[in-house]
């Protein structure tokens, strides 16, 4: 057996606890950053989103505490009349609008409807200027739109299937809800492959196709015209919105009492046309406040 110098080995034993713990150091590092950046995790702090919805819990405490849970048929008899209301404005079929809305609320008792009177778990997008609810969904923390009431909240169920994906739907029957059904998980509104089912089997269950209505052919092209428009609207709206998002800020001017787009033009060294096309618009209306891109 080799006799080993005491000091050599106490020199050694203190070499070797720096390497191990440095490395233990590192590994933690780099483990906080692995979290921070995992897939999966939102921006805000868990404590950012849990005083906001104390927040909001403390706004409505009152309507909270008188919350009488609903039956799946005392939640039709509720919502029976915006779902019909939305139907003749835009064309969803009332019995989907319904069926949704009992799917994704739980029959209006989970905590998105009654705290937040989200009946269709809408999450937070870059057009949304509202309140928000944080609840982990797809991700930590998930942002969910928070509203006043919750006929609010069927109608921007209608407005946020405004948009490109789901405008082939709107040229179906608005008593088609089969149709809806199956081109709702096609355009990729549900994420589960048995999504169509689900709703249809809860349309049959309680007959909600009763609150269907059928329109005239004419009456189907005007209705078609009115919201294939509004969705043109939206598709450019969000076009204009994101080339601003993208646009450094040294590259945009907002528009001020007095402003044209002539003057503008001659300002940046462009041409009328020039102007409209950095910023994809059809005539020369503008107003006090709007952003537009100046420089390529």
Same mark, same amino acid.
């Given at each position: 057996m080799i006799n080993a110098n005491p000091r050599a080995i106490a020199l050694w034993q203190i070499i070797?606890? !720096? !390497? /191990?713990? /440095?490395?233990?150091?590192?590994s933690c590092s780099a483990h906080r950053r692995a979290i921070s950046k995992a897939p999966? /995790?939102?921006?805000?702090?868990?404590?950012? &989103?849990?005083r906001n919805n104390d927040a909001i819990k403390k706004e409505r405490k009152d309507i909270i505490a008188a919350y009488v849970p609903y039956? &799946?048929?005392? =939640? #039709?008899?509720?919502f029976k009349t915006i779902a019909i209301q939305e139907m003749n404005l835009n064309g969803i079929p009332a019995s989907i609008t319904l069926a949704q809305g009992l799917f994704e609320s739980g029959n209006g008792n989970g905590d998105l409807a009654k705290i937040a009177n989200n009946h269709f778990g809408i999450k937070c997008t870059? @057009?949304?200027h509202g309140r928000s609810y944080y609840k982990d969904d797809d991700l930590v923390? @998930?942002? !969910?739109?928070? =509203?006043?009431?919750?006929? @609010?909240? =069927?109608? @921007?169920?209608?407005n946020f299937l405004k948009r490109k994906r789901y405008a082939a739907l709107f040229e179906l029957d608005k008593n088609d809800y089969k149709g809806w059904a199956y081109g709702l998980k096609q355009a990729g509104y549900a994420t589960n492959p048995k999504y169509p089912d689900l709703i249809i089997g809860i349309i049959e269950k309680y007959h909600l196709d009763q609150y269907d209505r059928p329109e005239s052919e004419t009456q189907k092209i005007k209705r078609e015209d009115r919201v294939l428009?509004?969705?043109?609207?939206? #598709?450019? $709206? &969000? /076009?204009?919105?994101?080339?601003?998002q993208n646009t450094p800020p040294a590259k945009l001017y907002t528009i001020k009492t007095g402003d044209t787009l002539y003057n503008i033009s001659r300002r940046f060294g462009l041409t009328v046309d020039e102007l409209k096309a950095l910023n994809?618009? *059809?005539?020369?209306? #503008? $107003?006090?406040?709007?952003?537009?891109? #100046? *420089? $390529?």
């Open positions: 070797s606890c !720096f !390497f /191990v713990t /440095v490395l233990l150091l590192s999966g /995790v939102n921006l805000i702090s868990n404590t950012e &989103a849990s039956t &799946a048929s005392s =939640y #039709i008899d509720r870059s @057009d949304w923390n @998930d942002c !969910f739109r928070v =509203y006043d009431n919750p006929e @609010d909240s =069927y109608r @921007d169920h209608s428009a509004q969705i043109n609207q939206n #598709i450019g $709206k &969000a /076009v204009k919105d994101s080339l601003i994809n618009m *059809a005539d020369n209306t #503008i $107003k006090i406040g709007q952003t537009l891109v #100046i *420089a $390529k």
